[in-house]
């Protein structure tokens, strides 16, 4: 069962390759993904791409589509939090020689952000894309800690999404309020 929107027959286009010779790399471990839309891995290379793309930064990025309980042991781990959420983010460490590789690890949580993406009206696809750009910017130093960071990177995130031709996230719809990723 695909939960897709687009009309049959027509997709986004090809996946945008950076001018940098990023690597983007979609590991999914909860066959659900693939149940709620076509092609997973390429709506991940295409968000993950473009959000790069529009930040002008290069790296290597490595996404993982998985489930609540993993992201529950790794949010536990990491965060000491004993609960799943729907993304986590890990920057990767710096170079041996002092430089900064750009780059990390994002991991979605697919119970989770079907939930979320229900309890807002949106679809699977583009809650996750959201979240994928969510991601990036966390890995480019964006945060939400305080109301003027969280409205920065809301922003950022709602002109990204735009590129791609999704709705901004962060708009009232359908009488419902818009949701923040954790």
Not at 26 to 49: C, L
Not at 116 to 124: C, F, K, L, S
Not at 148 to 174: D, H, Q, S, T, V
Request: glycine fraction near 10%; hydrophobic fraction near 35%; proline fraction near 6%.
């Amino acid at each position: 069962m695909h939960e897709d929107t687009r009309p049959a027959g027509q997709d986004d286009g090809p996946v945008p390759q950076s001018p940098f010779g990023d690597d983007i790399d979609v590991s999914i471990t909860d066959r659900r993904w693939h149940m709620a839309m076509r092609d997973p891995a390429r709506d991940v290379k295409r968000a993950v791409g473009t959000a790069m793309r529009e930040l002008g930064v290069s790296g290597c990025v490595t996404v993982v589509l998985a489930d609540d309980r993993t992201v529950q042991r790794l949010n536990h781990l990491h965060r000491d939090k004993n609960k799943p959420t729907n993304v986590l983010t890990f920057e990767y460490a710096p170079a041996g020689s002092g430089a900064w590789l750009w780059g990390g690890d994002i991991i979605l949580a697919f119970p989770t952000v079907r939930r979320e993406a229900q309890a807002a009206g949106r679809t699977v696809r583009n809650h996750m894309m959201h979240l994928l750009v969510h991601g990036v910017l966390h890995l480019s130093g964006y945060d939400h800690h305080h109301a003027g960071e969280a409205r920065a990177m809301e922003m950022e995130e709602a002109r990204i999404l735009g590129r791609m031709g999704i709705p901004n996230p962060w708009k009232r719809r359908n009488g419902r309020e818009a949701g923040a990723p954790r």
